[in-house]
């Protein structure tokens, strides 16, 4: 996708986190994030178009988890788009994104405006 068309700025950030498939939890690496998706590591077992759910890990007491879906799949990364999350979700999310931007005041201007059109706009 055309940087320009994008509607939130991706960092470059390395966390450990978990796809949750069904009842299968597959360990990934994300590579770069965004309010509004993930590029992780590639597993065989991700493929494009399964709803799953992506679980951090980010201490003993810290996890947090965003329902998503898997939109790419290749040799070179998995890209998973978030569907919903909960307030806690969005509050560690966001600490994480404006951490790891060059410009944290960014990441809270895009998120005066929707990532995306609602259902009955589209």
Do not use: W
């Not at 796809?19 to 590579?31: A, F, M, S």
């Not at 998503?68 to 998973?80: H, L, P, Y």
């Amino acid at each position: 996708m055309d940087e320009n068309k994008r509607r939130r700025s991706r960092v470059e950030a390395q966390f450990d986190a978990y796809v949750i498939l069904g009842d299968e939890k597959i360990p990934v690496h994300t590579q770069n994030i965004s309010m509004k998706g993930v590029l992780c590591t590639f597993d065989p077992k991700l493929t494009p178009g399964a709803d799953c759910v992506l679980l951090f890990v980010l201490t003993k007491e810290i996890r947090f988890r965003i329902a998503a879906r898997i939109v790419r799949s290749v040799a070179s990364g998995t890209a998973i788009d978030f569907e919903s999350m909960d307030e806690t979700a969005f509050y560690h999310l966001r600490n994480i994104v404006r951490y790891s931007a060059d410009d944290a005041d960014r990441i809270d201007q895009e998120l005066e405006f929707p990532a995306f059109a609602k259902k009955d706009e589209a």
